[in-house]
């Protein structure tokens, strides 16, 4: 399962969506994610989810990664399916009754919605990751909230701490997987017994697992104090962020698909 965390991951390619400006990509995702609401139809939602597929398939992200990355999320689809299938009513005949429960169409019909919108939100957000650097996202994150700094926030460092937490994330999945192997090497019985026994187990892998987050923190900040790291005033990039005509062309699309999704509910 560890395994199958993608979360943070970026995997490099020459594909136009990495090409793309990381600030483009980042409001564009927030655009996808708007659109995936505004959508209050299986039209509207099968033209947001065909323009993310379309979207993959120019990026060069293998579509087996995709179903690789929502294992660690299948259980709260299926509770969000479950949920919806149950409660939610409808004038109509049930067309399963079965003591307390009873299943309407409607209810199918939007646990089928909601569980689509909840994995192609995942899908959709996890690719700024998977196409953009930690480094180029940081330089995006600080550029798009850098009139921000007017009123002294700490534009800089809110996005050096989300990179950071973002570049950690393999890290300490990897951590995690060794701590776990070392434990079942010296007996540690981690995937038997009930709900309580697993919890208890899980005690030997958070232990040294928090002291070497501690640890490898305690490191990252001395190395940056040893080269003299002072925050990003003065600092000089070396990227600079600039847009081509992909971005705003990309930027124009989605745009028209969001007003697509719009006419389409005005429509139906």
Partial sequence: MLNDITIGQYFPGNSVIHRMDSRFKIVLVTVYVVMLFVAQNFWGL???????IMVYAASGISFRLILKSLKPVLAIIIFTAVLN???????????????????????????????IRIVFLIVGMSLLTYTTSPIVLTDAIESLFSPLKKIHFPV????????????FIPTLIEETNKIMMAQKARGAALDTGGLIKRAKAMTPI??????????RANELATAMECRCYRGGEGRTKLRVLHATKLDFFAAALTVCVLGIIIINNIVF
Avoid at 46 to 52: H, I, K, L
Avoid at 95 to 103: E, K, S, Y
Avoid at 206 to 215: E, G, S, T, V
Wanted: proline residues 3%; hydrophobic residues 60%.
């Fill in 46 to 52: 099968g033209v947001g989810c065909a323009f993310m």
């Fill in 156 to 167: 800089h460092e809110l996005a050096m701490m989300m990179t950071i937490a973002l570049r």
């Fill in 85 to 115: 299938l149950i409660f939610v009513k409808d004038e109509g005949d049930p067309l399963v009754a079965f003591w307390v429960i009873t299943i309407y169409r409607k209810g199918i019909e939007t646990s089928a919605f909601m569980v």
């Fill in 206 to 215: 958070l232990i040294p697992l928090f002291i070497n987050a501690f640890k």
